[in-house]
C-alpha cells in the first residue's frame, strides 16, 4: 500500500545545530507540504512544493529550507536549531488539484535543547 | 485575507447523543472545505470534504458536514457519537483561485471528548 514515511520519529538537538527531517511517500504525488503542530496554533505551513525542483515558503519558513530532487522525497532542514523550533513536524502529499484532500506522516517530534 | 476559525476549543458530548463541531471559514471565492481527526501521537487522517454539489456531506466513520454558504460555516456533525470519537477535529479551507491557490489553511482544532 502506497504511504508516507517520517523520520526520525523523535529528535533531540542542541541550539545551533543543524538538523534535517526526512519525509518519504510512495503516493507518487507531485504535492509536498511542511507543517508543525504547537498548542494553540493549530498545524502551520514552513514550506511547500508543487514538483520536481519547486519550491515555495509558507507563512512560517524562517530558519527552515526544503529541497525536492525527486517525486517521493522532500526533506525539511534547520539550518540552526533554536528553541522556538521545538514542535511537531507533520509532512503531508497530494494530487495536483484543489479537489484533492492531503494524506499526513506519522510526524516528528522535535526538541531543541 | 482567508481564514478558518473553530471558536470551541472543546465540545464535549455523552455517547449516544449527536455532536456538533463547528467551523466558519472567509476566504474570497468558493472555498473547497476539509475535516481531519487526529488521534493522539498520531498524523492527521481525512473525514470528509466539500467541493461542490449537496450541501451535506458523508464521510468516513459516519461523520457528515452541512456546508452553509450564508453563514460561511462547515459544521461537522454525527447523529450517535461514541466514546472512540474522542480525538483533535480540524477545519481547513482551499481557495480556488489567487496567489495561494491549493494551499490548506487550518483551524486551531477542536477537541471532542465523549464521555461513557
Known amino acids: 500500500d502506497a504511504e508516507i514515511t517520517q523520520s526520525p520519529r523523535h529528535k533531540i538537538t542542541e541550539t545551533g545545530r543543524q538538523v534535517t527531517l526526512a519525509c518519504h511517500q510512495t503516493w507518487n504525488h507531485n504535492n509536498m507540504f511542511w507543517y508543525r503542530q504547537d498548542l494553540g496554533h493549530g498545524l502551520r505551513l514552513i514550506h511547500y512544493s508543487y514538483g520536481v525542483q519547486d519550491t515555495n515558503k509558507g507563512e512560517v519558513s524562517d530558519g527552515y529550507s526544503v529541497s525536492r530532487s525527486n517525486t517521493e522525497d522532500l526533506p525539511l532542514t534547520l539550518e540552526s536549531a533554536a528553541s522556538s523550533q521545538t514542535s511537531v513536524y507533520f509532512c503531508?502529499?497530494?494530487?495536483?488539484?484543489?479537489?484533492?484532500?492531503?494524506?499526513f506522516g506519522p510526524g516528528t517530534r522535535l526538541t531543541v535543547t | 485575507a482567508q481564514s478558518v476559525a473553530q471558536p470551541e476549543d472543546q465540545v464535549n458530548v455523552a455517547e449516544g447523543n449527536p455532536l456538533t463541531v463547528k467551523c466558519t471559514y472567509s476566504v474570497s471565492g468558493n472555498p473547497y472545505l476539509f475535516w481531519y481527526v487526529q488521534y493522539p501521537n498520531r498524523g492527521l487522517q481525512f473525514l470528509l470534504k466539500y467541493i461542490t454539489g449537496d450541501n451535506l456531506v458523508k464521510g468516513s466513520y459516519g461523520f457528515e458536514a452541512e456546508f452553509n454558504k450564508s453563514q460561511t460555516s462547515f459544521h461537522l456533525k454525527k447523529p450517535s457519537a461514541l466514546v472512540s470519537d474522542s480525538a483533535l477535529y480540524f477545519c481547513a479551507v482551499k481557495r480556488n483561485r489567487g496567489s495561494t491557490l491549493g494551499r490548506l489553511y487550518f483551524g486551531r482544532g477542536t477537541q471532542l471528548t465523549v464521555w461513557p
Open positions: 503531508a502529499s497530494s494530487e495536483s488539484g484543489l479537489s484533492y484532500e492531503q494524506y
